[in-house]
């Protein structure tokens, strides 16, 4: 019975560090955009970061043919 004298504060000190994360969370704009993420997925990608293909149609030089 000693250990609930222990385990009520220990679980009052982690609720309130849970509640005080959140609260820094909402003060410092982690939820401020939370639809832009979930959209940027289907934009396409820069042309300039896709490599373009190379002019051989095989990349090994053993499998060329002459």
């Known amino acids: 019975m000693d250990v609930i004298y222990w385990l009520i504060p220990l679980s009052i000190a982690i609720l309130m560090a849970a509640i005080a994360i959140f ?9 401020q955009d939370l639809d832009s993420p979930a959209v940027d997925i289907l934009f396409e990608d820069d042309q300039d970061s896709i490599p ?5 149609k095989t990349k090994h030089k053993a499998t060329k043919i002459k």
């Open 52 to 56: 373009q293909p190379s002019k051989d």
């Open 23 to 31: 609260f820094w969370a909402v003060r410092s704009g982690q939820f």
